[in-house]
């Protein structure tokens, strides 16, 4: 359940980043500061849910210090490093620049949600958590 | 309840990189072989084994840590242990059956048995273990015990020669290290890496998951009973997971126009042409060719000018210097299309001259490792300097 549903937002905010790339490539620099708003905005909102709703009630079972949970918010932290550059980029409307940190962002991300999806996702399933409570409380975090 | 499952950060980039940099060296091996008339079986295996299997080698150590959440320990070393008995090996099995140095014949099975065999060995007994069992992970479980046969029908093979006795169990070697290992570890990495390199969907679940164990099912059928209409069979699921894919590929989200897609898109057209080939026609040199360099050499190019420049910068980010190039500034897009069209000329040279591709093969390896050079440089260059994390804390 609680898997379906952040796999879901993995593939949402995939659906949001493809148009982006679009108009970085044809360098429609509006439509691409307009896309690249409510991108970042889902992005930020999926780590929130994971950063204050899901992992610290993992961590209740799993323990914090350097285990996976540490892992992928470290990742978070440079999947944030280069979406701000990516923003950068595209107020700058450098195409090679933007491009660059766009497919970084992408293969990046990409990894990080497989771990999750594959690993992560899948131990919070097995942990005896309060699957509904957990999801409620993620649909009500706000993006920032 | 999760033991041994770790979301560790990638393995040391040195591990999988030891591998990578092997490959197109003994493609260039290879392109001498063919250029100076050397047995057929040595230039053979000089692709099959010096070129893909060091590749494939490289990807698995690198893949299924960040996969499967299964890690090596001491990967460094790990790497070094399998490295060099598969040097020794491919460069004694070349011996062997190029230039008929029968007495290297027992050492090259005994170094390629230890190495592939005790790396497929290793491998599977991690993938057993790992928590959830994608259906990526099961051709890759697949393709791995395919190698294992397959080396160890080799051995025999070997054996046999270096005794004098008449070789049997050639086609089921061939067979299951080309179709099974090849085949079946494309098909695993291909589900995992197409839909994250390029935003596609996955293939239809009813494709994607019988597929696997469907085409291992038949090869070791036709192992058995050795009927020709059995590896048809393997050749009509071939075909579907090339048009399914190269379906899915045309659909991707990500549509600015890329060298790799392009290397990925050749391969399954490639594949298609193959299994078509092999239906309609039948299974000679030319199959192996296209299937070999069309499908599984072209596969490999594209996946590693994304896998590099990636490498590199996530293992520069992850110690915290950020001022480094973005991916694409690292690979030149421009040589990586010249790239694509050399290889497409070597390809359609080796299918009818054959012997004539040699040049063209020797130079496609060049540029390939000239295309490579600046990242793996940057990557060495960072790494000699102080991490900034470790200043500002
Ligand atoms: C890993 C990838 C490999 C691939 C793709 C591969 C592929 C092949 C193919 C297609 C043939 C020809 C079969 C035929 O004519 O029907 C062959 C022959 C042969 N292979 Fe391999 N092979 C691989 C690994 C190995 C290994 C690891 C060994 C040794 C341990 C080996 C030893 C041999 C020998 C001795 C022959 C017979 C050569 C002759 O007839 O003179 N191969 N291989
Ligand atoms: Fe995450
Ligand atoms: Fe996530």
Not at chain 1, 16 to 38: G, H, N, S
Not at chain 2, 82 to 95: N, S
Not at chain 2, 286 to 292: H, K
Request: hydrophobic residues 55%; glycine residues 6%; proline residues 5%.
């Amino acid at each position: 359940m609680i898997k379906e549903f952040m796999t879901q937002d993995h593939r949402d905010c995939d659906a949001l980043y493809a148009p982006l790339e679009e108009a970085i490539a044809a360098q429609a620099w509006d439509l691409a500061l307009e896309r690249f708003v409510p991108f970042k905005e889902a992005m930020l909102r999926h780590f929130a849910m994971e950063e204050e709703v899901l992992f610290p009630k993992m961590e209740e079972f799993l323990g914090g210090g350097e285990g996976p949970i540490h892992v992928m918010k470290m990742e978070h932290n440079q999947i944030r490093g280069i979406i701000d550059a990516l923003g950068e980029a595209i107020e700058a409307k450098d195409r090679q620049k933007a491009l660059g940190y766009g497919e970084t962002f992408m293969i990046m991300t990409q990894q990080h949600n497989m771990k999750e999806e594959q690993v992560l996702y899948t131990m919070a399933e097995q942990l005896p958590l309060d699957k509904e409570q957990i999801l409620a409380q993620m649909q009500k975090v706000e993006g920032r | 309840m999760f033991d041994g499952v770790s979301l560790d950060q990638a393995p040391p980039f040195e591990a999988p990189l030891l591998f990578f940099l092997t490959a197109p060296l003994f493609a260039i091996v290879g392109s001498i072989l063919l250029e100076y008339g050397a047995g057929e079986f040595a230039i053979l295996h000089a692709f099959s084994i010096g070129f893909l299997a060091f590749i494939m080698v490289g990807a698995l150590l690198q893949m299924l840590p960040v996969v499967v959440g299964v890690k090596f320990e001491r990967p460094k070393r790990v790497a070094l242990l399998f490295w060099l008995p598969l040097v020794g090996g491919t460069l004694a099995l070349i011996a062997t059956l190029g230039f008929g140095q029968l007495s290297l014949a027992l050492f090259a099975a005994a170094t390629l048995l230890l190495a592939l065999g005790g790396f497929a060995l290793v491998t599977l007994v991690k993938l057993f273990k790992a928590p959830r069992k994608s259906d990526a992970v099961i051709a890759m479980i697949l393709a791995l015990l395919s190698l294992l046969l397959a080396t160890l029908l080799g051995g025999h093979l070997l054996a046999a020669l270096a005794r004098g006795k008449e070789l049997s169990l050639l086609p089921l070697h061939g067979a299951l290290a080309g179709f099974g290992w090849v085949g079946l570890l494309i098909v695993g990495v291909s589900y995992q890496v197409i839909p994250m390199f390029y935003i596609t969907q996955e293939l239809p679940a009813i494709v994607r998951r019988p597929l696997a164990p469907a085409i291992f099912a038949a090869l070791l059928s036709y192992a058995l009973f050795q009927e020709e209409w059995l590896f048809k069979v393997v050749d009509g699921l071939f075909l579907l997971f090339a048009l399914a894919t190269f379906w899915r590929l045309f659909q991707r989200k990500r549509t600015v126009k890329e060298p790799t897609v392009a290397f990925f898109q050749v391969a399954m057209i490639f594949l298609a042409a193959t299994a078509l080939y092999g239906l309609f026609h039948g299974h000679d040199w030319r199959y192996l060719v296209a299937f070999g360099y069309g499908f599984a050499m072209s596969v490999v190019y594209g996946m590693l000018y994304k896998i590099i420049p990636f490498l590199v910068w996530f293992h520069l980010s992850s110690r915290g210097f950020f001022d480094i190039p973005t991916m694409r500034e690292l690979i030149s897009e421009r040589l990586a299309w010249l790239h694509l069209y050399i290889h497409l000329a070597s390809l359609s040279l080796l299918l009818t001259t054959t012997k004539s591709a040699a040049p063209l093969i020797l130079a496609e390896n060049l540029l390939f490792l000239w295309i490579i050079k600046a990242p793996i440089l940057l990557y060495f260059r960072y790494k000699k300097r102080p991490s900034p994390f470790a200043t500002s804390t």
